[in-house]
Every structure is written in C-alpha cells, then in structure tokens.
C-alpha cells in the first residue's frame, strides 16, 4: 500500500455532510504528498487552494472517508476507506512541509479498508492516452 500511496500525485477525497450529502474534493501535490504514518494512518496536508473547507466541516461532524489514489500511466486505483480526525500536530505538519511551506492543519485517516479498483474505466476512457496526458507527461 506504502508504494503507490507515495507514487501517487493525485487523490479525490470523499465525505458526507451530517444531512449525508457527499462530497467529492480533488487534492494535488507532488507525488508522496500523502504519507503514510504507520501501516494503518494516513497524514494528507492541507495544501492552500480555494480554501474552501468542505471536507473538513464534514469530517468534524461526520469522521467517515474513503480516498481514490490515481497513479499516471496505472489502470488500477487504490481505493481506502476509514475514518479521519483534524489535526494541527506541529511534527506531523512539518514533516509534510513543502518549499519550506508547513500546512496549516493535516488530515489524519485511520484505515479500515484498502483494496485496488478495477481499472477497466481507465482503459475505456484512454485516461492516460490522452493528447493533453501525453503532454503534460513530456514536461
């Protein structure tokens, strides 16, 4: 699990509202932005965007998630469900510091279920063939 959570630049979040309305949140980093803490906790930064907070007003009031890791040029995903806490842990923060820039806070998920999705839905869509996915794989 450890290998393509770091080789994975890309994740979507989802999370539940307490009227139980999902939401879907796209994050983005280098690849290896998520850490894994140990073999059942997952650190994901809160990297500045929008700032919008959806996610985290879901979590405080619903914990439940479930992740979906995307790997350029892999079919299969990685999906992960568990349940996440807030955190603003000066040394788990600092450890996912980038260009010197510490998150404000840290998402910390407790894994309960890991297992690889089908990736039949990457090959039907040429996700990775694509003439812009080409591109940007070239930079």
Do not use: Y
Request: charged share 20%; with cysteine; aromatic share 6%.
């Amino acid at each position: 699990m450890s290998g393509l959570i770091a080789a994975s630049p890309f994740i979507v979040v989802g999370s539940t509202d307490p009227s139980g309305l999902v939401d879907l949140s796209p994050k983005g980093d280098r690849a290896g932005f998520v850490r894994c803490l140990d073999g059942a906790t997952l650190a994901i930064p809160d990297r500045r965007g929008k700032r919008r907070v959806d996610t985290f007003h879901n979590v405080l009031q619903s914990p439940g998630v479930g992740l979906i890791f995307l790997i350029p040029g892999q079919r299969e995903t990685l999906r992960v469900t568990g349940r996440a806490i807030i955190v603003r842990d000066q040394n788990i923060r600092s450890a996912m510091a980038d260009h010197g820039r510490v998150p404000d806070l840290a998402m910390i998920v407790g894994v309960e279920k890991v297992f690889f999705h089908c990736g039949k839905c990457i090959t039907r869509s040429s996700l990775w063939s694509c003439k812009g996915c080409r591109a940007q794989a070239a930079d």
